[in-house]
């Protein structure tokens, strides 16, 4: 009596980590369906006879329709059950994914990736949510680091086998193979899944688009997303040419490099994951978001050097930054309320869309290649990724949980049961 109680363990029970699983495998199909297009722009300006211009606006489609997707069902999103909500966007992202991969033409693969992009955004949104309210504090950070390794998957295993497929079978046969798995995923999902609607159950009306964007709370996680994007996009889409131009690698050395980070992420989200759950989000966020700062400054400044030194570098650059979304997604997930998480989250993931925009963008502007080949410009790219990290830092600091105190039921065996705030 008059002892706090003690802190629960962080355990996952097998059901839940099937629930995992699941919205792993969503996520997957999500991510990959994203990475993909960008190696295949030499296979799609050949068949399509595209030049490299019209090749970025396929891809910026993309990102502009989720802009506007997750703008539009935040307003939503928390109407509905967490399962139905998924499994209709999921289905939309499934079907558009078929269309890229049987566009005729090239105007025709642009719509197509326009309208996977307005579904694949929002996709995102509902499996975060879906951990944010079925995962209390203490655990969500081994369930995001779970659901967030199929990045790492994509990279090891989807990218390597799209582009078989797509110099085999051509550039739309990545899409159709990718289609496929998603309606084996959309199945799996509909028959395991529960319904997860214990956010609707005390009747809250739906925040609107006003309310859920004025909330301080929620202007700081929106903040601290721009910044924290800001902190790797700027740098990353230029990775590959970098390594070519400036760091003196072949081509074909670039799969070896995006291979053995690949597997070094995977292992390291999950790891961070647990470290978060058990010492704070925030002190291993922290921890990885100063080691990403090191590693930003050393590869946007890597001369010629042999192959060995180059992964190391890169392996180093992907763990850092991917490992310290892992804290930095169950930070932001915990700054809203259960009964408004759904849109907060999909407005979340307008403001990302938009962020990658920005970093793109302002990459695109101040890299330039030399006549000699060099890429000019990247490390003041690199430094501007640096500022916005350490930014990043600070504002971690300043968020707030809106989960005043969490009910923790045990799941039995087969059943996943919700933890909600009170």
Known sequence: MGQPPSRPKPAISRSEWGLLVLLAAVQFTNILDFVIIMPLAPLAKRDFQITSEQFGH??????????????????????????AALLT????????????????????????????????????AAVMAIIGDVFADYRRGTAMGAVMSSFAIASIVGVPLGLLLAENFGTGAPFVALAVVSALVWASTFFVMPSFRGHLAKGHPPASMWGLAAEPNHLLAFSFTVFLVLGTFCVVPYLADSLVANAGQQMTNLKYVYLVAGGFTLVSTNLVGRLADRYG???????????????????TNLPPLPLWVVILATTSLMVATSARMVPAMALVTASAAPAVRGGFLSLNAAVQSAAMGLASEIGG?????????????????????????????????VLRSAESGVVHVPAKEGVVVAEAAV
């Open 89 to 124: 966007l999921y289905l939309g992202f499934t079907v558009s994914t078929l269309m890229c991969g049987l566009a005729p033409t090239y105007e025709t693969l642009v719509i197509a990736r326009a309208v996977t992009g307005l579904f694949g955004g929002v996709v995102g």
């Open 281 to 299: 989000k925030l002190p291993v966020f922290r921890i990885m978001g100063t080691a990403s700062i090191v590693t930003i400054l050393i590869v």
């Open 58 to 83: 396929a891809v910026a489609a993309y990102g502009f329709a989720s802009f506007v997707g997750t703008i539009l069902a935040a307003k939503y999103l928390d109407r509905f059950g967490r399962k």
């Open 365 to 397: 502007r101040l890299i330039a290649q030399s006549d000699d080949g060099q890429l000019s410009g990247y490390p003041i790219v690199g430094l501007i990724a640096a500022g916005s990290a350490v930014v990043s830092l600070l504002l971690a600091g």
